[in-house]
């Protein structure tokens, strides 16, 4: 008689069965079961489904990182990788890559690793050691908040047949990159205060980390740069106390509007980054007497839909999440079809969208 399922894990003592457990009820050599249980091999069709009645009786289930590995580069896993979620973009931007390769059959597991130490960023490099290493099909990377250590792990996966693409920031590896231009943001942002005829303009910067503020890649680096050369071109004039360091979000923005009411000296535009940064800024300021776009003209930037219910419609630069990602899918896709490609790397840039916040002075 057969046994059922629950008197043969009964024997196991209620773990699950292992592949070395089927073989042995069968008497028979692993290796064996496991060409059974894969599909491959010469076995004759009753052995092979001798085993793999057997295997359904004990409740076997096969190792999905074991299975992958045996069938290396061409198992269906592409995983995402990112240093940071957020209830913003960056996390908005997995998901819509998650959704569209989810489409074509492909598992898409996502991995995130906490962020803001120098401990923090070497286990970056160890989990991304460990996602290498179940030999996915390709590895997503969001390129930014991530030590310089998880672009070697990945070089390593690379040279031995594995797919890489990265997006957000440029990287130090030459593989498939879509690279969101932060300076020419920046640079929009600045340039419409300035066109509008505010020379004294400011900028704000949500700074979540120190270690990498010094790195050129560091995303905030380069919207700095975008705000100082749009400043020189139109002769504006930007102070270093107009530049702000503060939180993310809500917090940032009550940060900075608290330093902006107590100055003496201030800008009559400011650049904001984030939209989320920008309403909290605005809500304080304008709850202490500053008048919206009369006394201050306000930029955000990402362009996100908070930007419509802000007291004042809020003017952004954008930051195409849903063409980013869109091209990131594009580009995978590509290279699963042909590994030979050379590497690619190809810009997104923004646009910037007017509303009521940007009062003109020309």
Known sequence: ??????????????????IQDVANALGMHKSTVSVALSGKGTLSSDTRERILSVARDMGYVPNP???????????PAVCIFSGALDVGLATEKILLIQRELSKESLEVPIYTCSEGTVEGSISQAAQVRQICR?????????????????????????????????????VPLECDQVIFDREYNAYLAAQHLLERGHKKIGLGLSSKI????????Y???????????????????AKDEWIFQHSTYEKGGEELAKAFIEMSDRPTGLCIVNDYVALAFMVTVMRAGIKIPDDLSIVGHDNQPITKYCPVPLTSATQPAEAIAKKVVEMLLERLTDNSLPPRKISITSELVERNSVRSLV
């Not at 990182?65 to 198992?75: C, K």
């Not at 030590?147 to 797919?163: I, K, M, R, T, W």
């Not at 120190?210 to 890649?217: A, F, I, K, P, R």
Request: neutral net charge; hydrophobic residues 35%.
């Open 134 to 170: 179940q030999r996915p099909r390709a590895i997503i990377c969001a390129g930014h908040m991530l030590e310089e250590a998880v672009f070697e792990e990945l070089s390593d996966y690379q040279g031995s047949g594995g797919s890489v693409i990265t997006y957000d920031n440029e």
């Open 1 to 18: 008689m057969r046994s059922t399922a629950l008197e043969i894990n009964g024997l196991h003592g209620g773990k699950r069965p292992t």
């Open 219 to 237: 995303r905030q680096a380069a919207r700095r740069k975008g705000f100082e050369r749009a400043v020189v071109e139109y002769n504006g004039i």
């Open 65 to 75: 990182i074991a299975q992958r590995l045996a069938i290396g580069y061409r198992n």
């Open 210 to 217: 120190d270690w990498l503020t010094s790195s050129d890649s």
